[in-house]
């Protein structure tokens, strides 16, 4: 079935460093979209990405679709204490419509 | 703004009871979810459905049934809860269309003993 995996598994950081999460899937997704949990809550969708390639950009946060559409990566330029959470990536292969979330990246900021 | 509410936030079973947890939407949403959340493990999805009386297995269903008799409600069922159960219980409701943007609940954090 369907793999997705996401790396680094924890990243320690500096406040005001820059951070990226990566995810690569097994198989090709339609679409991938990324989620944030902070601590003792519940994921909260922050975008999808659907084109091949695809950039987009919300304020200090860059989200990138590779050209073959299995792998997307999440970076965080300048980081805030605000940013501390788990990062997730989820998407769908092929013609499911049900996505596979990756394990999740752990960011942990040092003020 | 979607609200995705869940029946409890902490729950304590004894090993072989039967356990429900309940979801409920107000969104109108078609497609609704379970998942389990444990550590490094990530979100693994229990079951899913499409709409009312509709269902499919997800990665992890053994052990577990579910129930949607209504639009809203989506029920997560444990016949006879065991320790390897304990865990978080996320529930999730998307719209059918374009977007696949899930709206997650608070989470169950059942505690099996």
């Known amino acids: 079935g369907q793999q997705v995996m996401q790396i680094p598994q924890y990243q320690h950081v500096q406040e005001g460093e820059d951070f990226t999460t990566y995810c690569n899937s097994s198989t090709t997704l339609s679409n991938i979209q990324w989620y944030k949990q902070r601590p003792g809550g519940h994921p909260v969708f922050l975008i999808q990405l659907v084109k091949s390639g695809e950039v987009k950009k919300q304020k200090r946060l860059t989200f990138q679709f590779g050209e073959a559409k299995k792998n997307s990566s999440l970076h965080i330029t300048a980081t805030q204490t605000t940013d501390v959470g788990t990062y997730f990536c989820a998407g769908p292969s092929g013609g499911s419509y049900i996505p596979t979330f990756g394990r999740g990246t752990s960011l942990i900021v040092h003020p | 703004d979607v609200k995705v509410t869940q029946s409890s936030r902490y729950l304590v079973k004894r090993t072989g009871e039967k356990v429900f947890l309940e979801c409920v939407q107000d969104?109108?949403?078609?497609?609704m979810f379970w998942y389990r959340q444990d550590p490094g493990l990530g979100l693994r999805l229990i079951y899913f459905?499409?709409?009312?009386?509709?269902?499919e297995k997800g990665d992890i269903p053994e052990g577990y049934s579910v129930s949607r008799e209504k639009k809203e409600r989506f029920s997560l069922i444990l016949e006879s809860a065991s320790t390897n159960q304990t865990s978080m219980y996320l529930c999730a409701s998307r719209s059918q269309g374009i977007s696949n943007e899930q709206y997650f609940g608070p989470g169950t954090r059942l505690t099996v003993t």
């Open positions: 969104m109108d949403h078609e497609n």
């Open positions: 459905s499409y709409d009312v009386k509709m269902k």
